[in-house]
């Protein structure tokens, strides 16, 4: 079965991401990015920085499976019974800068706009964080993070830089090489602070590693473990997910392995695996997929799951559209509470309302979409 990878953050055409890019408004304030939508091959394709920070990062494009290979599969014994450890909070943070919060401001009389607030831009989302820019991404970080503990809640937050991005596709980019981006991830770290923050480390950087050599993939599995040790070294509240794909990519066993090699096993460097990321599969779908993964990942009993459930209402498209397809809504609001057992959250990692370049400029908000999510 061939399917396309969760688009994530690109300098091209990416979508449904928010991303704190440094667009010249100063170094304090997050900016999402533009995301790039995913090419219809086996290779997925990642977003492009977009400009609203709800969320506050670009997000990824969807992935989509060309077809099913048979029933979903079914949550695992083992999985179901592992252990969790309750968050600090339970209340997820809203940045205040993003694009649907620009538009809802500056259309209080739209017709559409009622809805478009009260089911989207009133809604927590990732922050995401795409540009290689390590002068300022310690204080980029530090404004999204000191905001939500000001307010008492839990950002969610996206470093998308890893080099050789999106395998050179539409969300393209990243640091220029892995002394690079071990560096720029150390000041990335600085700016989590001492409250609970939820990582999502790097969209698609396992998942869609196909493209490298053995020996590139090797290197970049241990960047990736050395992102989650430092992270979680810089603060010991910080929940650090490990890209899983989705349940249309590869199988729980072939994924698991990648993500052992990533350092995703290890309670020193992750707290589990995210998976959904801008697509459209159903919750319970990932809710299978995610516990599969987990008891072939092994490690300690504590590690979870956090799934994408920004645009999964309807599930994903029969026909495996992925550009902005239609039919398309709002899944389960973004919460710390999932009532699943292994599953820690359920995130709109993607901003709904920001297109996939079909409705609309690959990472723009585009309103016409928006409604047609929320209503």
């Known amino acids: 079965m061939v399917a396309l990878a969760s688009a994530v953050v690109a300098a091209g055409t990416v979508t449904g991401m928010m991303s704190a890019l440094d667009d010249g408004r100063g170094s304090d304030e997050a900016r999402p990015d533009v995301s790039g939508s995913p090419f219809l091959q086996p290779l997925p394709a990642v977003p492009t920085p977009s400009s609203s920070a709800t969320s506050s990062s670009p997000s990824p494009s969807p992935s989509v499976s ?185 199988s729980p066993g072939k994924q698991a392995g990648l993500l052992r090699r990533a350092g995703a096993a290890s309670a020193a460097s992750s707290d589990g695996i995210f998976s959904n990321v801008s697509n459209f599969n159903r919750t319970d779908e990932e809710v299978a997929y995610v516990r599969r993964t987990l008891d072939a990942l092994g490690g300690p009993g504590s590690l979870g799951a956090v799934i994408d459930t920004s645009r999964n209402g309807n599930g994903a498209p029969a026909d495996g559209e992925w550009c902005d397809p239609a039919g398309r809504k709002l899944g389960q609001a973004p919460t710390l509470r999932t009532g699943e057992a292994g599953v820690d959250a359920y995130l709109w990692v993607k901003l709904p309302g920001e297109s996939d370049g079909c409705r609309g400029e690959p990472g723009t908000f585009t309103p016409d979409y928006a409604y047609d999510l929320a209503r």
């Open 66 to 250: 060309a077809s099913k290979a048979g029933p979903s599969p079914r949550p695992s014994t083992s999985a179901a019974t592992r252990p969790r450890t309750e968050p600090a909070s339970v209340r997820l943070y809203r940045h205040s800068d993003s694009q649907v919060l620009d538009w809802v401001r500056a259309n209080p009389d739209d017709p559409r706009r009622p809805v478009i607030e009260s089911r989207i831009a009133d809604r927590p989302a990732a922050v995401w964080f795409a540009d290689h820019t390590p002068s300022n991404i310690t204080s980029r970080v530090r404004a999204v993070t000191s905001a939500g503990a000001a307010k008492g809640g839990v950002p969610v937050v996206v470093p998308y830089a890893i080099p050789d991005r999106d395998c050179g596709g539409a969300s393209q980019g990243g640091a220029p090489d892995l002394g690079a981006y071990d560096g720029w991830i150390e000041k990335f770290a600085a700016g989590l602070g001492t409250r609970e923050v939820v990582v999502i480390l790097e969209p698609d950087a396992i998942a869609q590693s196909d493209c490298l050599s053995e020996g590139e993939r090797t290197a970049r599995f241990n960047a990736l473990a050395r992102a989650g040790r430092v992270l979680k070294t810089a603060n010991p509240k910080a929940r650090v997910y490990f890209d899983a794909g989705h349940s249309d990519w590869n």
